[in-house]
């Protein structure tokens, strides 16, 4: 079992910052992928920025420039440091591990979603 916590959203005003961070537990052979979606109301949802076991980055075209993915190998850990927010931001945050347990198989966990409000 692998465990997947996420913290760090909240209200801010345009132009604010916010830093993510989503810890990952339990089980865990190896971490493959770790990443950011989002899902905002009525909208589905959308990868925001992703980072492989390898170190490779990829972010959607809308946070380039703004948003920044880093990870702390030795505590599980992948942050998302948000700058420049816009109201469009606001969503639900979700992150999104992909581990190979101890018995060599690979499994998706998702976290339970930690909300960011940008206001205007």
């Known amino acids: 079992q692998v465990q997947v916590v996420e913290s760090g959203g909240g209200l801010v005003q345009a132009g604010g910052s916010l830093r993510l961070s989503c810890a990952a537990s339990?089980?865990?052979?190896?971490?493959?992928?770790m990443g950011w979606y989002r899902q905002a109301p009525g909208k589905q949802r959308e990868l925001v920025a992703a980072?492989?076991?390898?170190?490779?980055?990829t972010y959607a075209d809308s946070v380039k420039g703004r948003f920044t993915i880093s990870r702390d190998n030795a505590k599980n850990t992948v942050y998302l440091q948000m700058n420049s927010l816009k109201p469009d931001d606001t969503a639900v945050y979700y992150c999104?591990?992909?581990?190979?347990?101890?018995?060599?198989?690979?499994?998706?966990?998702w976290g339970q979603g930690t909300q960011v409000t940008v206001s205007s």
């Open positions: 980072m492989t076991s390898g170190g490779r980055t």
């Open positions: 999104k591990v992909v581990v190979t347990t101890p018995l060599i198989a690979e499994y998706d966990y």
């Open positions: 339990g089980r865990i052979f190896r971490i493959n992928f």
